[in-house]
């Protein structure tokens, strides 16, 4: 069992929020969820890592927003009329992430869940939480905290990029 650092750490069970990345199923603990918006123009900013596409206006406050398939190091994909950005709160920062797809809201129960193999180590052994089924498809639960440590969020929310 993870102890919650923040609102977005997991539990390993309880209700996640599924999304695609690819053709593959990606999930996260639902209570840093904070809304599912529609692609939108966005502000790019000079001088940030590959992975920030800018910033959105979300009701007068500016959103830093990430392509989660380039931060996680992943291939390239086309937008489409279901790519959407899901917005999180990590380590009290209010982002934005990209996604090809989301899916669905599903019940993860931790008995089912298959923790990353012990000999993994490094790249995703540090954010993969483990792995599950929903449906007929693998379900790859990872870990928002991790993915984006506070060093990292803090950097985003000052919009302090070293150049």
């Known amino acids: 069992m993870t102890t919650p650092t923040s609102p977005s750490s997991p539990t390993l069970s309880g209700k996640v929020l599924t999304f695609h990345l690819g053709d593959e199923l990606f999930g996260i603990t639902i209570i840093g969820v904070r809304e599912i918006v529609s692609m939108q123009p966005m502000t790019a900013l000079p001088n940030t890592p590959h992975y920030v596409r800018g910033v959105i206006d979300l009701r007068g406050r500016f959103v830093p927003v ?12 086309e937008e489409s009329e279901a790519t959407c950005i899901i917005v999180l709160r990590v380590h009290d920062t209010q982002l934005g992430v990209v996604v090809d797809a989301v899916e669905d809201v599903a019940d993860v129960v931790a008995e089912e869940i298959e923790p990353p193999p012990p000999n993994w180590t490094g790249g995703a052994a540090d954010y993969l939480l483990g792995m599950t089924r929903a449906g007929e498809s693998a379900l790859v639960l990872i870990d928002m905290d991790k993915i984006f440590p506070a060093t990292e969020m803090a950097t985003l929310a000052a919009g302090d990029f070293p150049l």
């Open 66 to 77: 990430v392509d989660l398939r380039e931060r996680l190091g992943l291939m390239a994909g």
